[in-house]
Every structure is written in structure tokens, then in C-alpha cells.
């Protein structure tokens, strides 16, 4: 089963979508 | 980590193809840089944004794979219109209408097509389309009540 390669790193996440082209899909979440 | 609608392989595919997947845990009593940045006051919250950081679409809530998928269709068919990629927005339109049409963010998918078709064509009837569109297939929708005043085109 493939599994989603989460970054947790907003900078990061842009640096990667400015490269590949894709959108960000950000999630939000919280443990409680 | 992937659980809920994470956990169906459809869903992590579509993720890892055609989006860049961000979690950005929430902490309440320390709010973080990312939540004060898009004012975050409730979990889940989702978003769909450009390379710059830009918000497009925002979703609030669980929702099964079907409206997951619609919204993450919605949401990067929002950053073409935004952008101004009006080809592109319109196919992408299309594409959560056709794939997803019982989901909540269809009809918000119509709306667009239509403004997204005036503005690509300066063609006045597209926004009538949607709007018989939005009448026939979604009439209790708020985005058919504000297509009302489209009804007035001539086709």
C-alpha cells in the first residue's frame, strides 16, 4: 500500500511545490 | 498517521501525484507561525495553496473520499481561476463534475465553470448554463440562488 509522504516543514513544502509545479494540500490538525 | 479517508489508497495516491501533502500539527495554548498565518480556530482544517503560499480553497471538517476528492478538485481548479489560467480551470471544473457530481462541492464546480467560461470566451450564456445547470441538478444549493440573476441571459 502506498503511503502519504507528509512533510511537516512549510517552507519546505512551498520549496517543493515551486519545483514540481503541484499545489499544496495542507492539513491542519490537532491531537487531542 | 494515515488514517480516515488517508487510509484509502485512492486518496494517498491522488495526494502524492498531483499535490505536495503538508500536516501542520495544531497547538491551541501556543499557536503556531502557519495557524496565526491563515487563522486557523478549528481542526481539521484544509487548504489548497500555490507555490507563494497563496490560499485558494479552505474546508473545515471530516468528509468521506468522495467530497475529499471534489474539494482537493475544487481547490486546485480555484488556483488556475485565480491565476487567471481560465483553459485550465474550466477542464478542471469539469473534471470534479463530472467524476464527483452527488458531492457538496459540485455545485460550487458549476458556479465556476460558468464564470470561468465567461471570462476564457466573453461569452455571456456560459454563466446562463450554469445557472440552468444549478437549477436542474442542484436547486436547493445556495450556488443556484446565486446564479438566479444569470437566469435573465438570452440563450
Redesign the interface.
Known amino acids: 500500500m502506498a503511503e502519504i509522504r507528509w512533510e511537516t516543514d512549510f517552507d519546505a513544502a512551498l520549496a517543493k511545490a515551486r519545483k514540481s509545479g503541484k499545489p499544496v494540500f495542507q492539513d491542519f490538525w490537532f491531537d487531542g | ?2 488514517t480516515g479517508p ?1 487510509s484509502d ?1 485512492k486518496v ?2 491522488f ?2 501525484e ?9 497547538f ?1 495554548d501556543k499557536p503556531t ?3 496565526q498565518r ?1 487563522g ?1 480556530t478549528w ?11 497563496k490560499e ?1 480553497h479552505r474546508f473545515v471538517g471530516y468528509v468521506p473520499a468522495d467530497d475529499l476528492f471534489a474539494n ?1 478538485g475544487l ?2 481548479a480555484k ?1 488556475f481561476f485565480d491565476s487567471g489560467r481560465m483553459a485550465e480551470a474550466m477542464a478542471q471544473f469539469q473534471t470534479v463534475i463530472d467524476r464527483h457530481p452527488n458531492a457538496g462541492a459540485a455545485p460550487e464546480a458549476v458556479f465556476l465553470l460558468g464564470v470561468a467560461g465567461y471570462k476564457h470566451t466573453q461569452d455571456p450564456k456560459e454563466l446562463r448554463r450554469a445557472y440552468e445547470t444549478l437549477k436542474a441538478k442542484y436547486p436547493q444549493s445556495e450556488w443556484a440562488r446565486r446564479a438566479d440573476p444569470y437566469s435573465a441571459i438570452p440563450l
Open positions: 498517521m494515515n488517508y489508497e494517498q495516491k495526494l502524492e498531483q499535490f505536495i501533502p503538508l500536516r501542520s500539527q495544531c491551541w507561525g502557519p495557524m491563515f486557523i481542526t481539521p482544517t484544509f487548504l489548497i495553496l500555490d507555490a507563494d503560499g485558494h482537493l481547490g486546485k488556483a
